[in-house]
């Protein structure tokens, strides 16, 4: 059974997604708690969880309309779960809802560094400069 990625309606998903985020950029990244958690995640946030094949909690992700689009925010997968195809499954899961809700919305998100390949790899390109933001480099990516 492959990963799978559905958009949270339980507050124990819920739960889920937060302690995978803090684990990834809190603990592992050292994002401090007040950037990586904000308003936008109690109120016009869409979250979404992502599980490896034995149904492990393995990935976490949101997305909210901006006055620029649909921004894509909070990507993170468990580093044990990493190149399984978990970070795949959690885009694939925002877009066809993001398509299904506003599919005239420009997509955008800003990447890691190190993550913009993952982004092209899926229909994304950088638009402008990099960028710091908690002290990790960044690149605005559009779809």
């Known amino acids: 059974m492959p990963a799978t990625a559905y958009r949270i309606t339980d507050l124990r998903d819920l739960d889920a997604a937060f302690?995978?985020?803090?684990?990834?950029?809190?603990q592992?990244?050292?994002v401090p708690a007040a950037k990586e958690h904000?308003?936008?995640?109690?109120?016009?946030a869409r979250h979404y969880l992502a599980r490896a094949a034995d149904g492990t909690p393995a990935g976490a992700a949101r997305w909210r309309e901006t006055e620029h689009?649909?921004?894509l925010e909070r990507f993170?997968?468990?580093?044990?779960?990493?190149?399984?195809?978990?970070?795949?499954?959690?885009?694939?899961?925002?877009?066809?809802d993001v398509q299904a809700e506003l599919p005239d919305a420009?997509?955008?998100?800003?990447?890691q560094l190190r993550a913009v390949p993952f982004y092209e790899r899926h229909g994304f390109r950088t638009?402008?400069?990099?960028f710091e933001?908690?002290?990790?480099q960044h690149y605005k990516m559009v779809l």
């Open 19 to 26: 302690t995978i985020r803090e684990q990834v950029f809190q």
């Open 28 to 30: 592992e990244q050292g």
């Open 38 to 44: 904000d308003v936008h995640d109690r109120t016009d």
């Open 69 to 71: 689009g649909v921004k």
């Open 76 to 96: 993170a997968v468990l580093a044990d779960f990493r190149n399984q195809e978990i970070g795949a499954a959690l885009l694939h899961a925002v877009l066809a």
């Open 106 to 111: 420009e997509v955008y998100l800003n990447a």
């Open 127 to 130: 638009e402008g400069d990099m």
């Open 133 to 136: 933001e908690a002290n990790i």
